[in-house]
């Protein structure tokens, strides 16, 4: 029989164990700190999964439960070579509690070397953020997620990688590099074009975000390029996220986004006053939102923005696979109903005046649920750059659409269509 043996993680959380038990044990708090989907019930015998964005995901039963004490349960991960087990135990401690993870049933030999390596990493940055989030409800996740520092990349094609006398026939051309962050440190370019990142491949964005996503702000990384024919390897040091104040209570998290909502619908009002009827019913390219299904579309995520503040208050999240605000069936039906821009408009403004409303009321005793209180202001306070985004959309939908030979291929409209790049 292979040999085995038991990995054991320790942390001191400043929580009671009965709010340590509860994120160990309701879905809705496990996202907050362990994983990106998950469906647990808490109960013996009961099934688990465990979800995370990279692709990883294991699944198990559960085999103990001790109220506020402890659970266990098997753990069968992606591509690892067998079952193990996980043993999670929660004491008392002065202040707080301390957290023991026993994960027995690792093999030996090289088929369990990188396996081994990952649950040690997952453990460990786990712990840690489960402190975190108990404590200031920071999710390092996100405050340590690196930045590249990058305003855009596309995928090259043949026609681009001769238009840029580049030797290769995949990675990602950059678009432009963001002040002070790490890819201008490190003499980043535009259309520089990036084919590997930590020794890893990279031929698109989702491969961009894959070589990055083990690591965090501050990690230096190297990175291989080509700038026109010339090869360059350089190192980054990941940038942080930058992130907004959060507001320490109910109400002034209201008032501040009261303040922002006013501030993006007087922009907003701006810019659709020199709109008329036509443009606004007009598509500019085939496929793309004209400007009454823009409007319908950030109605609607303020609808659904309302849901997940319920949800949240209620510890009862559900999870989506896909952004529902984004389907073109749902924008195309409500900016038919309204049928004008501007009764589309004032529907969202309503909106935002029961989100206001909503947070105004926040119960007591979920703003000090600091993991989830934080987790929904960081949501709310960032919804002006969703809306800045789509108002440069709207000026584009509104304008007559350039002759094609006219648009420069790689410009800014085309990287555009992958979303602005903040991460990694």
Known sequence: MAKQKSLKFQQIVKAPPAEV?????NATALREWFCDT???????????????????YAVGEITKLAQDKKLAFTWTGRGEPDTTAVEVSIAPKKGGSSVTVVHSGVGSGKKWKAPEAAIKTGWERGLENLASVLDSGQDLRLTLRPMLGVSGVEEITPEMAERLA???KRGVRIDGTVPGMAAEAAGLQKNDVLVSVDGQKISSWPSLVTALGAHRAGDKVPVTLYRGAEKRKETLELSKRPLPDIPATAAELAETVRKIYEQTDAELGQALA???ADAANTRPRAGEWNVKEILAHLLHGERDNQVFISELVAGDERTFTTFLGNSHLRTAATAETFGSARALFEALKHSEAETVAMLAALPEDFVNRRRSYWRLAMNVVQTADHTRD????????????????????GSATEVAAEGTVEVP
């Open 390 to 409: 789509h108002l440069r959309q709207i000026g584009e939908a509104a304008a007559p659409p350039p002759p094609a030979a006219m648009a420069e291929p």
């Open 21 to 25: 038990y509860l994120a160990l044990t």
């Open 274 to 276: 020199s709109i008329s």
């Open 38 to 56: 998950v469906q647990i019930e808490p109960q013996k015998g009961g099934r688990l999964y465990f979800g995370w964005n990279s692709g990883y």
């Open 166 to 168: 580049v030797p290769v």
